[in-house]
């Protein structure tokens, strides 16, 4: 009893002779208890059971009793690694990592060398894809500063409109980076009655603003052709894709009068007689559909004599009886009116 440790798991001891021996080697596999704690012996001390006793057991690669990440030995009790395999840490911006095979610990891989040798581009990193190369462009306009060398051309990096081959604006700037502000501008040209159009190029001015009103007003659209030239400058209703009609002629200097509003070339009057002899009906002046009739569809103008809607149609400005078929839920009827033939 003299010689008794009080470690169970070493071994019974004895006094032989006046000296203390253990009868037996360690006692592995033997329960025991650990400060009140249920325990078993291994290699001669009493661990608890399981990973992290600090005892390598029945299937596990290791036991350093910590929970310390990649030092060799996992929180599990198995190796960090045993391949370079095992070490790859899935970022894209490192590359080289290995297996240390003996300490069962991964080596750290070294930087992804991004630099694409432009100045123009950053050198980044991103982990899931590797090296990417966006433009340095503060403004955002699709061009790198000029400081940054020939691969630049931005002479602005604040300014998203300035940029070599923007478009050159009126307003002091040098848009298109070639050493000159506003030498692109704009010819305006003579608008007398202020309609939008010109009638020729005469007394065209260039400058980025129009030049003020004196006696006439200014326009940008160019009269090159039929659909941008005003055919009469004197009048407000007069110009190319005039929509209105008129029943009064406009009067040009000299005298001449004409009910070309559009400038055309031509004098469209607004209402011919679609339908000689009988007027309106359920197959000819209204149109019938699934559910009923439509909308009214026919117009006859004729002169004021005329009988039988078989007359002439009155020209431009002359006076005659309009009739308009009207459609009801189940009829079609005319109406009637005295009124002026309307041209454009």
Partial sequence: SECDDGNPCNGLESCDGNRCELLSGPMDGLACSRGGDDGVCRSGICVAEGCGNGIVDDGEDCDDENTVEGDGCEADCTFSC????????????????????????????????CDDADPCTEDLCEALSGCVHPLID????????????ECGTDC???????????????????????????????????????????????????????????????????????????CYDGNADV??????????????????????YNCDGDEERRYDCVQPGQMCSRFLGCRTGILGFSPATAHCFQSSAATGRTGPTPECGASGRVTTCISGLDSCTERSSVGSQACR
Avoid: K, M
């Fill in 239 to 260: 110009f190319p894709g005039q929509e209105r009609y008129f029943s009064t002629a406009h009067t040009r200097l000299g005298g001449s009068r004409s009910f070309d």
């Fill in 156 to 230: 602005d990096d604040d300014n998203a409109s300035v940029f070599a081959g923007a478009e050159e604006l009126c307003d002091d700037i040098d848009n298109n980076c070639d050493g000159t502000a506003d030498e692109t501008t704009v010819t305006w040209y003579v608008d007398c009655d202020g309609d939008g159009f010109a009638a020729d190029t005469a007394g065209a001015v260039t400058d980025c603003v129009p030049p003020p009103v004196v006696d006439c007003e200014w326009t940008s659209t160019r009269p090159a052709s039929a659909t941008t030239t005003d």
């Fill in 138 to 149: 503060d403004d955002g306009d699709g061009h790198a500063p000029s400081t940054l060398g």
């Fill in 82 to 113: 045993v391949a370079d395999v095992d070490c790859g840490d899935g970022d894209e911006c490192t590359v080289g990592e290995s297996c240390d095979t003996d300490a069962h610990r991964c080596i750290p891989g070294a930087p992804l060398a």
